[in-house]
């Protein structure tokens, strides 16, 4: 089974910045590798659903980011580490949440279904953000 492990979560400043760690270990779901599955960030503030982050296609070469976040974060992997990141700017308190990644065995790309937590296979555990004002 595939196992997904955030890091890089901490308590910053309004206008900081952090960057966020996922790593996958489990080897192959499916006859498919890390480098094949679709990656995504979903987070949860108290009180509220989970909502999508951002999301990255397998070789990287597409991305998708929630309003909420577009223009301040980017998404990037590094398949030979089996890695994917999210690099936050501008942190606004709003951004305070639980973060996890997700990783989605099936397709490879990004499409119009990275939004929904359905179609993804394994979740990490989610590492804490917490942007003071």
């Known amino acids: 089974q595939v196992q997904l492990v955030e890091s890089g979560g901490g308590l910053v400043q309004a206008g900081g910045s952090l960057r966020l760690s996922c790593a996958a270990s489990?080897?192959?779901?499916?006859?498919?590798?890390?480098?094949?599955?679709?990656m995504a960030w979903f987070r949860q503030a108290p009180g509220k659903e989970r909502e999508p982050v951002a999301a990255?296609?397998?070789?990287?070469?597409?991305?998708q980011y929630a309003d909420s976040v577009k223009g301040r974060s980017t998404t990037s992997r590094d398949n030979a580490r089996n890695m994917v990141y999210l690099q936050m700017n501008s942190l606004k308190p709003e951004d305070t949440a639980v973060y996890y990644c997700?990783?989605?065995?099936?397709?490879?790309?990004?499409?119009?279904?990275?939004?929904?937590?359905?179609?993804?296979?394994?979740w990490g555990q989610g590492t804490q953000v917490t942007v003071s004002s």
């Open positions: 997700a990783a989605d065995f099936t397709p490879g790309f990004v499409d119009a279904s990275w939004t929904d937590q359905s179609v993804y296979d394994s």
């Open positions: 489990g080897g192959i779901f499916g006859g498919r590798i890390f480098s094949m599955y679709t």
């Open positions: 990255i296609s397998s070789r990287g070469g597409a991305t």
